[in-house]
């Protein structure tokens, strides 16, 4: 039991040394008198120089975790801003009617019908086409885009919670 006690008690001295870059007799002395001054400095009652490092390493740590929360935040902003969406695509298509005698079917010149446009997106699995008129065309476009910068946006919000993710798990190691 004695030398169990010694070892423990020789095993501390020799960690409080390797903590502050000493060795020698005088340095758990030494150790315990930086400690003890440290305390003071800090003026909080039984803080120490190691929980002052743990606070600094986690002040330090907390600022990448701050600047992804603020990039994460513009986005959110970014999207908050966006008015009507719709998901898919816009097409313009001329078509050939059924008439013998229409200008569409003209051998040498032929003037096909149009321009139509044709709305084509995927909702829950199921593919939906819609013939658009002209005068909603613009709008139509602008929902698009919409839904695009929506998309855009949502993507870089899932990256940075990934990385923030990895980060943080990396940091714990």
């Not at 020789?10 to 440290?38: E, F, I, T």
Request: aromatic fraction near 6%; proline fraction near 5%; glycine fraction near 6%.
């Amino acid at each position: 039991m004695q030398r169990a006690a010694s070892t423990a008690t020789s095993q501390r001295n020799v960690a409080k040394r390797a903590q502050v870059g000493r060795s020698g007799a005088r340095a758990p002395h030494q150790a315990d008198q930086r400690v003890k001054g440290m305390r003071k400095c800090l003026g909080t009652p039984g803080v120490d120089i190691a929980d002052s490092i743990y606070i600094l390493q986690d002040m330090n740590n907390t600022k990448p975790i701050q600047n992804y929360q603020q990039k994460i935040a513009t986005l959110k902003d970014q999207l908050l801003q966006l008015d009507r969406m719709r998901p898919g695509s816009l097409s313009r298509q001329y078509n050939v009617c059924g008439k013998p005698g229409c200008h569409c079917k003209d051998p040498q010149k032929p003037k096909r019908h149009g321009p139509y446009y044709q709305l084509n997106y995927v909702f829950r699995g199921k593919k939906k086409s819609q013939f658009v008129r002209a005068a909603d065309v613009a709008a139509v476009r602008a929902e698009l885009a919409n839904f695009k910068k929506f998309r855009r946006l949502t993507d870089q919000w899932v990256g940075l919670a990934l990385q923030r993710a990895d980060w943080e798990l990396k940091s714990k190691a």
